[in-house]
């Protein structure tokens, strides 16, 4: 006879399975030692029919409980990859969802490696502002030059009112004033990508408990 659980009972029971079988295998006892002139096993000072009785029920009862475990946690597995969830950026199926979630947090099996976006936002922000510092540091140093070149056509203390030899440091500096190139308008690359980001992991881990607590499995 089956049973019929919410995904959330059968989450909470998976992880006390875990500590349960854990503490079990633990604190059994499979193997002893025993005197021919003794009734008493060695370690556990039990008869030695009682610790036959003890180490087979102990194995049974772990058994049972990792068999317990695998039913649960297949049944999760299967109504993750079949249950649905909306976001504002798509349908996933719960178990998508939970893999991407996992990935965005790089807690999954790369350890962040797989963070494609992260990694996307970063090489933007850090490019960009190595870039833009790059300019101000040559323009800077041009307009130091500039002043120079003025300084000595004019002098220090000399007014001059023709103004064509200060044309040429104006071309001067036209001609080497260093630009930054941004085709993808770098600042609102990050804007979206911090919006998108932020949206997605919210209403995944929203959807996510939603579904879990909403949706029943069925325990063979």
Do not use: H, W
């Amino acid at each position: 006879m089956s049973e019929k659980m919410l995904v959330t009972q059968a989450l909470d029971e998976r992880d006390l399975l875990v500590k349960k079988i854990t503490d079990k295998i633990a604190k059994a006892s499979f193997v002893d030692t025993i005197k021919l002139n003794e009734d008493k096993v060695f370690a556990k000072r039990i008869e030695k029919t009682e610790y036959v009785k003890e180490a087979e029920a102990a194995y049974q009862q772990i058994g049972d409980l990792i068999e317990r475990f695998q039913k649960i946690d297949a049944a999760i597995v299967e109504s993750n990859a079949k249950t649905k969830i909306k976001t504002s950026y798509g349908t996933f199926t719960v178990a998508g969802a939970i893999s991407l979630r996992s990935r965005l947090r790089g807690i999954d099996s790369y350890e962040g490696e797989a963070d494609f976006e992260g990694k996307l936002r970063e090489k933007l922000s850090d490019e960009y502002n190595e870039r833009v510092r790059f300019c101000d540091m040559k323009n800077s140093q041009l307009q130091a030059t500039a002043e120079n070149m003025r300084l000595s056509i004019l002098g220090r203390d000399t007014k001059v009112k023709d103004d064509k030899p200060l044309g040429v440091v104006d071309a001067y500096v036209k001609e080497n004033t260093t630009e930054l190139i941004d085709p993808l308008d770098v600042k609102k690359k990050l804007e979206a990508l911090d919006e998108k980001r932020n949206i997605l992991l919210k209403e995944l881990d929203t959807q996510i408990k939603v579904s879990n607590a909403t949706t029943f499995i069925e325990i063979a």
